[in-house]
T-cell receptor, first 108, second 114 residues
Framework: AQRVTQPEKLLSVFKGAPVELKCNYS??????LFWYVQYSRQRLQLLLR??SRESIKGFTADLNKGETSFHLKKPFAQEEDSAMYYC??????????FGTGTQLKVEL | SAVISQKPSRDICQRGTSLTIQCQVD?????MFWYRQQPGQSLTLIAT?????????ESGFVIDKFPISRPNLTFSTLTVSNMSPEDSSIYLC???????????FGQGTRLTVV
């Protein structure tokens, strides 16, 4: 069975502070991991995927197979980063398993 | 990207009734999925909508409760049957244009059963 764990329901940081949203996974095969984001009153959208190894809106995430983690990081939080973030794992059949999500609140 | 129109955006329904949710995509897609997000919980996959054949349901979901249609490559419906308050959730349509590419999501249908 595959599972995604996001231990923090809410993460509050000050503007300019570093951000780290934690994600751990459990999967017997070779994992493909994603971060999705949902801004207020908008639909869920892809932020980044581990195979792309790119930085989107200043966010990066590295897949650590030893620790089974895919934490999302940004060195300096901005007010517009406030949103709900979901970590997701793709298993067979292009199906996604989501974590419970972390609400990021960036305070001024 | 994919433009997904999901209707209705929200509804309040009486228990024992059924509601059909529509998902229309602007162009042909390979795969269509239906997810449920119960209050305070994560997204859970209900089923994969298969074009021209029966949907493939995940554990805990059955066709009698959640009948799904997908008559072509751009349209699917999910029906929530014989509703109870426990069915109050956000229901989301998701599409994948080609295998192993990004999944796109509709804006969701917020269902409240009273």
């Amino acid at each position: 069975a595959q599972r995604v764990t996001q231990p923090e329901k809410l993460l509050s940081v000050f503007k300019g502070a570093p951000v780290e949203l934690k994600c751990n996974y459990s999967y017997s095969g070779s994992p493909e991991l994603f971060w999705y984001v949902q801004y207020s009153r908008q639909r869920l959208q892809l932020l980044l995927r581990h195979i792309s190894r790119e930085s989107i809106k200043g966010f990066t995430a590295d897949l650590n197979k030893g620790e089974t983690s895919f934490h999302l990081k940004k060195p300096f939080a901005q007010e517009e980063d406030s949103a709900m973030y979901y970590c997701a794992l793709k298993g067979g059949g292009n199906k996604l398993t989501f974590g419970t999500g972390t609400q990021l609140k960036v305070e001024l | 990207s994919a433009v997904i129109s999901q209707k209705p955006s929200r509804d309040i329904c009486q228990r024992g009734t059924s509601l059909t949710i529509q998902c229309q995509v602007d162009s042909q897609v390979t795969m269509m999925f239906w997810y449920r997000q119960q209050p305070g919980q994560s997204l859970t996959l209900i089923a994969t909508a298969n074009q021209g054949s029966e949907a493939t349901y995940e554990s805990g979901f059955v066709i009698d409760k959640f009948p799904i249609s997908r008559p072509n490559l751009t349209f699917s419906t999910l029906t929530v049957s014989n509703m109870s308050p426990e069915d109050s959730s956000i229901y989301l349509c998701s599409v994948v244009r080609r295998l192993n590419t990004e999944a796109f999501f509709g804006q969701g249908t917020r269902l409240t059963v009273v």
